[in-house]
């Protein structure tokens, strides 16, 4: 018996159809994964990966084919299927149609296409299949890539449905308002890229919905929130309103690639629309705005995390970064702050060079304790002024802080899981490379923080500096 047939043979094996190191399959190993009920088919499980990129359309459509048709013919009944199109540009629609026909039969648990981006034509896909009462309600996950999606009120109910993601697929308003209005079950709802919505509304109806994420869809304006038992909402795009209710179970947010000005409007927006949450993750793009001091509260925030990109050349006026005090002082639970600073934006908070007198860099607030923060870190920290006032403001503001973490490389934290340690690649044996600059304000930084920060750190606290590694940057 060949190694790929040892993984599970016979009717309803849920071992998924895969033969990566098999290249001649076996008659016996052909005999048994007929009886396979789910299937993942793309170029590596079909043995394809060895024939020239033109060549593969062709033998990818007539093994699938096969396969699909010798599993209707055997009355096996399919409980996934996970089919890559990739390599196909001229795929003929009523292949598509066809195999989608036999496939979707009651029993039918997770659909996963994903059409090639090369496409001459996009393909719609055939909510007819759909129609079904019985194979509706055995679907328990849809996955679509790259197609048009057109639901209409003749769906049958998906009564099972609990994962929906639609990643470049071409969606109206009113097909995506008639399919969630059949999927009472859902519990995650992923939206990338998609085209055709402006305005998306999640109804009351959508009580099992745990986890949103809508990233990248251009053309949405409007998010109108309406899930009871929502807990985690992830956004990344340019909208003009947020409309959250009834958001009692909210605990985690994380919104980017929002216009200028985005910490102001979470600043201003998030307490009252997400007054639960726990975790927050904000990314600011080319960020402006001074953020206002204002006195709703984020009363059960444990973690907040800010992360100050900018991209744009020539920078935009500096941005205080002083002023983030304002989601400190707004969180009197908060036990985690981090901020990351990206290299790119060096030139956008520094509003003045590091000189002068010590007592140059104390900007008091009188009145404002951080009882519980507990950790601190800011990545790619940098010689701003403004951003060693923040450092300094959390040192003499918050009793209860246990280690504080000044990283002025680019985030060892994220690359190597390990603080301290060179995040080498196994490949190469060297960190990432940086620019002259870049090194350069690395060196001012660790310079910055012995000068004006160390001093004045409690003896109680934990305190780290992270320098450039000096096997790899000289």
Known sequence: MTPCARRGVGCGNSTPLQCRTLLVPSRRFLRSWRCY????????????????????????????????????GNGVRVK?????????????????????????????????????????????FPCSVLSDEAAASSIQSLRLFTCAFNPTSKLGRLRRLKFLDLSL???????????????????????????????????????????????????????????????????????????????????????????????????????SIAQNVESLTLISHNENVTTPMLPSKFLHLK??????YCW?????????????????????????????VSHHSYDA????????????????????????????????FCSSKSLIELTIHILESAP??????LDTTRGYDRRCGTIGKCPASSKIGQCFPICKRTFEEAHRAVEAAGRYIAGRVPSAVEFEVLELCSRCHM
Request: glycine residues 4%.
């Open 37 to 72: 009920s789910n299937l993942i088919l793309n170029n590596h499980t079909l043995g394809l990966t060895d024939k020239k990129f033109e060549e593969r359309e062709i033998y990818l459509i007539d093994k699938v084919g096969q396969i699909l048709t010798n599993h209707y």
């Open 80 to 124: 996934t299927l996970e089919l890559d199109l990739y390599p196909c540009k001229n795929t003929n629609a009523s292949h598509l149609d066809r195999w989608l026909q036999i496939t979707v039969k009651p029993g039918i648990e997770e659909l996963n296409f994903m059409f090639s981006v090369y496409m001459k034509k996009k393909y719609s």
């Open 169 to 271: 697929v071409h969606i109206t308003e009113e097909g995506l308002g008639h399919f969630l209005s059949k999927s009472f079950a859902l519990e995650r709802l992923v939206i990338f890229a998609c085209t055709g919505i402006t305005s998306l509304r999640i109804p009351c109806t959508l009580q099992q919905l745990k986890f949103l994420r809508i990233t990248r869809c251009n053309m949405m304006r409007v998010v109108e929130i309406n899930a009871p038992n929502l807990c985690s909402f992830h956004y990344g795009g340019t909208l003009e309103e947020i409309s959250v209710r009834n958001c009692s179970q909210l605990e985690l947010v994380e919104s980017s690639f929002c216009p200028s000005g985005i910490l102001s409007y979470a600043r201003a927006r998030l307490p």
């Open 303 to 308: 973690k907040l995390e800010i992360r100050l």
């Open 312 to 340: 744009t050349l020539p920078s935009p006026p500096a941005y205080d970064v002083f002023s983030l005090v304002s989601f400190l002082d707004a969180s009197p639970t908060l036990v985690s702050f981090i901020l990351r």
């Open 349 to 380: 908070i520094r509003s003045d060079p590091v000189v002068g007198h010590d007592a140059e860099y104390l900007r008091r607030k009188p009145g404002y304790r951080h009882n519980s923060l507990r950790h601190a870190m800011i990545t790619d």
């Open 400 to 405: 209860s802080l246990e280690r504080l973490t």
